[in-house]
C-alpha cells in the first residue's frame, strides 16, 4: 500500500491506496473513475480489516474533534485531524485490531467500545499515543481514558503558560502573571478548527464565557460513606445547571436548588448561565475512599 507523496511545490501530489488513484492539486484530492485493480481487491480479509480500523478511527476522530483541533499543530497545508492521525495511525491500528475481526465479522462495535480500546492500549503504552502536540507546548500524551481537559504547558526560562482545553473546545489560558483568559467552546464542530491553532490561548476576546464566571463545586472528597456537593456562582443573578453522569451541563440540565447528596463516586459538572450566556464548565470528581481530586474548570 502506497503514501500519497509531496512531489513538487506546486501542491501536486499522486499516489495509490487499495488499487485507487489518487490525485491531489491545491488542496483538492480527485480519485481516478476506474481503479487500477479489480474490485475482488476490496474484498481480501486485510483490505476489510484495514476498512474496519479506518471506520472506527473515524469515529474516534469525531468524537474528540473539538479537542484534537485544540490541541494539534497542522503540518504544512493539512489538518490539525490529518496531524492528529499521521502522529497516531500505527498506534490505534493497534489499539483496534480485535475489533476490527469481530466488525469484519458482521458485529455492531459501539463507540464506548472503541475508545474503552484504546484507552486500554493507552494504559499498557503510555507513550504511543498522543492527544497533545501544539507548536511551542510540551506534548502529552494518554496514558488511559481521554480525559475531560488537556493541560498543555509552554516553558520560557522560569515563566510557565498553561492552556487548558476542554473537550468542548474551550480553552483557558493562565499567563506567567497568573491572569486567566477564558475562550468559550461554541465552535461548531463542522467548523475550519482555526480557532486557538497557535496555541497562545491570548486570543479570547471572541469567546464570551469570561462574562460570567465559572461555578465552584464544593465537597469533601475523598470520602467514607456519604457526602454533599455544593455549587455556587460569584456572578450575580446566574442560573446554575449541573451533571452526575460524566455528560457536559447546559441551560437544558437539572437546575441547581441546594447541597447534593453522594454516596458513590461521581463526577459533576456544573456551568452558570446569565442572559444567554454561559460559562466555562467546572468538574469536580468526588472519590468515595482514596484518590479525591481537585476541581478543575473546563
Known amino acids: 500500500m502506497a503514501t500519497i507523496k509531496q512531489i513538487g511545490p506546486g501542491r501536486k501530489t499522486s499516489g495509490t491506496i487499495d488499487g485507487i488513484?489518487?490525485?491531489?492539486?491545491?488542496g483538492k484530492t480527485y480519485v481516478r473513475s476506474t481503479p487500477t485493480m479489480p474490485i475482488r481487491a476490496y474484498r481480501t480479509p486485510a483490505a476489510l480489516k484495514r476498512q474496519a480500523i479506518f471506520k472506527m478511527v473515524q469515529m474516534h476522530i469525531k468524537y474528540h474533534l473539538r479537542t484534537i483541533r485544540q490541541t494539534f499543530t497542522p503540518k504544512g497545508n493539512g489538518s490539525a485531524v490529518n496531524r492528529y492521525y499521521s502522529v497516531n495511525g500505527k498506534a490505534l491500528t493497534k489499539a483496534l485490531e480485535a475489533l476490527a475481526d469481530r466488525l469484519v465479522a458482521g458485529e455492531d462495535i459501539a463507540l464506548t467500545e472503541v475508545?474503552?480500546?484504546?484507552?486500554?492500549?493507552?494504559?499498557?503504552?503510555?507513550?504511543a499515543i498522543r492527544i497533545g502536540k501544539l507548536s511551542g507546548y510540551g506534548e502529552v500524551?494518554?496514558?488511559g481514558a481521554w480525559p475531560d481537559?488537556?493541560?498543555l504547558r509552554a516553558n520560557g526560562g522560569d515563566s510557565t503558560i498553561i492552556v487548558i482545553v476542554a473537550e468542548n473546545?474551550?480553552?483557558?489560558t493562565i499567563e506567567p502573571n497568573g491572569s486567566t483568559v477564558v475562550v468559550s467552546g461554541s465552535n461548531?464542530?463542522?467548523?475550519?478548527?482555526?480557532?486557538?491553532?497557535n496555541g497562545s490561548g491570548t486570543g479570547g476576546t471572541s469567546g464570551t464565557s469570561d462574562a460570567v464566571a465559572a461555578p465552584v463545586i464544593s465537597g469533601t472528597t475523598p470520602f467514607a460513606e456519604s457526602t454533599s456537593a455544593t455549587i455556587s456562582c460569584a456572578t450575580a443573578g446566574a442560573s446554575i445547571y449541573y451533571t452526575v453522569d460524566g455528560s457536559t451541563p447546559t441551560s437544558a440540565s437539572t437546575a441547581y436548588s441546594g447541597a447534593i447528596a453522594l454516596t458513590d463516586t461521581t463526577t459533576v459538572k456544573a456551568v452558570a448561565v446569565k442572559?444567554?450566556?454561559s460559562s466555562s464548565v467546572t468538574t469536580k470528581v468526588f472519590t468515595k475512599g482514596e484518590g479525591g481530586e481537585n476541581p478543575e474548570t473546563e
Open 21 to 26: 488513484t489518487y490525485v491531489t492539486r491545491n
Open 115 to 127: 475508545e474503552a480500546a484504546i484507552a486500554a492500549y493507552a494504559t499498557e503504552h503510555p507513550e
Open 141 to 143: 500524551f494518554l496514558t
Open 149 to 151: 481537559t488537556i493541560t
Open 169 to 172: 473546545g474551550s480553552t483557558t
Open 188 to 197: 461548531d464542530s463542522g467548523s475550519n478548527g482555526s480557532n486557538g491553532s
Open 275 to 277: 442572559d444567554g450566556v
